[in-house]
């Protein structure tokens, strides 16, 4: 069935340091893929989202690569920030039914 | 446009009491679903509900029931609590048809 793998945490860096988050997903079709964020204590924000191979989605200098042939759509950030300090959570839409699959989610640290 | 609302945020029970928590979609969003989320089992979907009909249920035993009213607005129920329902409830709305959900802040339930 359908599922995400996503990069285990949790994971600390320095400000302005690069970030990636790996996720890889398996599905019979193509789904949209997405990115969301939890701030500590909220519930989770789109952050962005692809809906077709080889879409990037982008917001707040995040970005991300919907590859087929990987089956990947790993999370990037050139320079990340104080305020980027969050769980991440990569999440299959809906493919043949109408579910969302989520990763279990990735901590990030940022420290000054 | 208002965002999905969740109340109460914050809800203290007790085992064997049962408790019901209240979401309220996005206006125009007929679709909600329901996901616990915990530190150790992460993001785990309980059901979902379009125009008043449950479209799919996650792997929840049967203390666990929801129902959507013609206004869109949902609620679920945990009867018979036990200490392992303490958890985030997260609702999430979308758009017939779209492929994006949108999440509210979430009710902390902490059972005793």
């Known amino acids: 069935g359908d599922s995400v793998t996503q990069m285990e945490g949790p994971v600390t860096l320095s400000e302005e340091a690069f970030l990636t988050i790996n996720c890889t997903y398996t599905a019979t079709g193509y789904p949209s893929l997405f990115w969301y964020v939890q701030y500590p204590g909220e519930g989770l924000q789109l952050l962005l989202k692809a809906t077709k191979a080889d879409d990037k989605g982008s917001n707040k200098g995040f970005e991300a690569t919907y590859r087929k042939e990987t089956t990947s759509f790993h999370l990037e950030k050139g320079s990340v920030q104080v305020s980027d300090s969050a769980v991440y959570f990569c999440?299959?839409?809906?493919?043949?039914?109408?579910?969302?699959?989520f990763g279990t989610g990735t901590s990030l640290t940022v420290i000054p | 446009k208002a965002g999905v609302t969740q109340t109460p945020r914050y809800l203290i029970k007790t085992r064997g009491q049962q408790v019901t928590l209240s979401c309220s979609p996005i206006s125009g969003h007929r679709s909600v679903s329901w996901y616990q989320q915990t530190p150790g089992q992460g993001l785990q979907f309980l059901f979902e509900y379009f125009s008043e009909t449950q479209r799919n249920k996650g792997n929840f035993p049967g203390r666990f029931s929801g129902r959507q009213f013609s206004n869109s607005r949902s609620e679920m129920n945990v009867s018979t609590l036990e200490l392992g329902d303490s958890a985030l409830y997260l609702c999430a709305s979308k758009l017939a048809g779209q492929d994006t959900q949108y999440f509210g802040p979430g009710t902390r339930l902490t059972v005793l």
């Open positions: 999440a299959l839409g809906p493919n043949t039914g109408n579910q969302f699959y």
